[in-house]
Nanobody, 125 residues
């Protein structure tokens, strides 16, 4: 059982930056695939970024080059640094963890085992 709590969302103008944090508690393990997915009303859930147990990362094409995922195992905390934000980045952002082998943004979006309640990110033009 893993609990995930996101924070760091807010309202920012296009071009700005935000850093999201996710604190994991319960039965945490570095073996989990972890990452972020997002969803806004009327749109499909989209995997954003994933980081595997070996530290390798994957990103959705829509955020590659702008977002950076990282984690601090000692603090049981996952981060998502978001730069050059665009209005289309507006969504609820969810932290997720999965035990599966396929550690990818898409897997976290649709095959996740645990996720938080989300933190809202709103980007204005």
């Amino acid at each position: 059982q893993v609990q995930l709590v996101e924070s760091g969302g807010g309202s920012v103008q296009a071009g700005g930056s935000l850093r999201l944090s996710c604190v994991a508690s319960g039965y945490t393990s570095s073996a989990y695939c972890m990452g972020w997915f997002r969803q806004d009303p009327g749109k499909e859930r989209e995997g954003v970024a994933a980081i595997d147990s070996d530290g390798s990362t994957r990103y959705a094409g829509s955020v590659k080059g702008r977002f950076t995922i990282s984690k601090d195992n000692a603090k049981n905390t996952l981060y998502l640094q978001m730069n050059s934000l665009k209005p289309e980045d507006t969504a609820m952002y969810y932290c997720a963890a999965a035990r599966g082998i396929n550690c990818s943004p898409g897997y976290l979006a649709y095959g996740r085992d645990y996720w938080g309640k989300g933190t809202l990110v709103t980007i204005s033009s």
